[in-house]
């Protein structure tokens, strides 16, 4: 399953490339925003996800306070210099008491974290190499983003950010 550009309900095309898996996966196109267990291109269920991802996954959740996390998706994006991810919530999942974790690998990013307003202040957490966040519970909707990756080179993803976030979809 390789790494794409998909496309906004509103006709745009995501400045960040994706891939994921797990049992399903996230995907947007005109249609809109949803968990697939096909690969769209290639029409096969997305690559197992590892265990030692899962297991990765379970662990920083319980650290966060959430010991009944089950994902089936690793929604996997690529930034390259410049791509962004604009204010969203995430709520294409249908339990919002399982939490969302994710992981930073490669060029630093700007993480912006809200609240339940798109409007509402945000705040402003870099995120580098090897870091992780886990949000649920009350935080579990807030609106979220990352600013556009600036230029730089890293040791292991070179021109490129990769960040892996682990949701239960159903
Ligand atoms: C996301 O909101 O799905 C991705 C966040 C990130 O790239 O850190
Ligand atoms: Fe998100």
């Known amino acids: 399953s390789p790494f794409r550009h998909m496309t906004t309900p509103g006709g745009y095309d995501m400045s960040v490339a994706m891939t994921n898996c797990g049992n399903y996966g996230w995907v947007t196109d005109r249609r809109g925003y949803r968990y697939t267990d096909r690969d769209p291109i290639t029409q096969n269920c997305w690559p197992e996800m590892p265990n030692t991802f899962y297991q990765l996954a379970i662990n920083a959740a319980r ?7 089950q994902p089936d998706v690793c929604l996997i994006n690529r930034y390259a210099v410049g791509a962004k991810m604009s204010l969203h919530q995430d709520k294409d999942e249908t339990d919002f008491a399982q939490p969302i974790v994710s992981l930073s690998f490669g060029l ?12 509402d202040t945000l ?4 995120l580098t190499h090897g870091d992780v966040v886990v949000w649920g519970g009350d935080s579990r909707l807030v609106y979220h983003g990352i600013l556009p990756i600036k230029d730089g080179d890293h040791r292991l993803t070179g021109p490129y950010r990769i960040n892996m976030t682990f949701r239960k979809s159903g």
């Open 63 to 69: 650290e966060g306070g959430f010991d009944q996390f």
């Open 108 to 119: 630093p990013a700007i993480f912006q974290f809200g609240g339940m307003l798109r409007s």
């Open 123 to 126: 705040k402003k957490v870099l």
